[in-house]
């Protein structure tokens, strides 16, 4: 069974640019979650997606969006960036988001912001 | 609200030697705990997991934890140390009452000594 697949896995963008971030989760999962990585912070949850519906989320400014789509890919959208968006980006799956039910990582995508 | 705290952002023990990662953990309902390794360039991926049933939980890779309410602790051993257990390691809660997301400590990583 393939793993969490997330695309590009590394990205260079420039203060004020937008940037859109792929996950494609393991076959038959319906919940994705997508995390912020950085060394100062630590991984800190962005929002969580189930059955293309935003089911948490985390407190991050409304400049960072997602969707999920009806095959459960998602996409995280960050606009107007700047210099602190600097991060790993991380994708997690899992069965049907329940909390017995185990969270599987994508690679993650690192984002340059310059 | 959950928080986690991890004791020491990097840990460094001689290969052999006892592994002692410590998690303490607040929460305001009974939690579900968590382990974490996320080794270079790599997502993470879970080591072990506490959900109110044994308090004493194997994991893979040799890897254990003890969840003790009376300390709120959740610390992770592992008897001999390996070579590749060099990583980052990373305690997470999430609380059991209902569905939300998973806070996660800010890290350890481990070191390991030839």
């Known amino acids: 069974k393939a793993g969490v697949t997330q695309t590009p896995r590394y990205l260079i963008k420039t203060r004020g640019q937008q940037v859109t971030l792929s996950c494609s989760p393991i076959?038959?999962?319906?919940?994705v979650s997508w995390y912020q990585q950085t060394p100062g912070q630590g991984l800190q949850f962005l929002f969580e997606?189930?059955?293309?519906?935003?089911?948490n989320k985390g407190n991050f400014p409304g400049r960072f969006s997602g969707r999920q789509f009806s095959n459960s890919r998602s996409e995280m959208n960050v606009s107007t960036l700047e210099l602190g968006d600097s991060a790993l980006y991380l994708c997690?799956?899992?069965?049907?988001?329940?909390?017995?039910?185990?969270?599987?990582f994508g690679p993650g995508t690192r984002l340059t912001v310059l | 609200a959950q928080s986690v705290t991890q004791l020491g952002s990097h840990v460094s023990v001689s290969e052999g030697a006892l592994v002692l990662l410590r998690c303490n953990y607040s929460?305001?309902?009974?939690?579900?705990l968590f382990w974490y390794v996320q080794y270079p360039n790599q997502g993470l991926q879970l080591l072990l997991k506490?959900?109110?049933?044994?308090?004493l939980v194997k994991g893979i890779n040799g890897f254990e934890a003890e969840f003790k309410k009376s300390e709120t602790s959740f610390h992770l051993t592992k008897p001999s140390a390996h070579m590749s257990d060099a990583a980052e390691y990373f305690c997470?809660?999430?609380?059991?009452?209902?569905?939300?997301?998973?806070?996660f400590g800010k890290g350890t990583r481990l070191h390991i000594l030839p």
């Open positions: 997690a799956s899992s069965r049907d988001g329940q909390e017995y039910n185990e969270q599987f």
């Open positions: 076959s038959g999962h319906r919940s």
């Open positions: 997606y189930f059955s293309e519906t935003q089911r």
């Open positions: 929460s305001s309902v009974p939690p579900y």
């Open positions: 506490y959900t109110s049933a044994a308090t």
């Open positions: 997470a809660v999430k609380r059991a009452d209902r569905d939300d997301k998973i806070i």
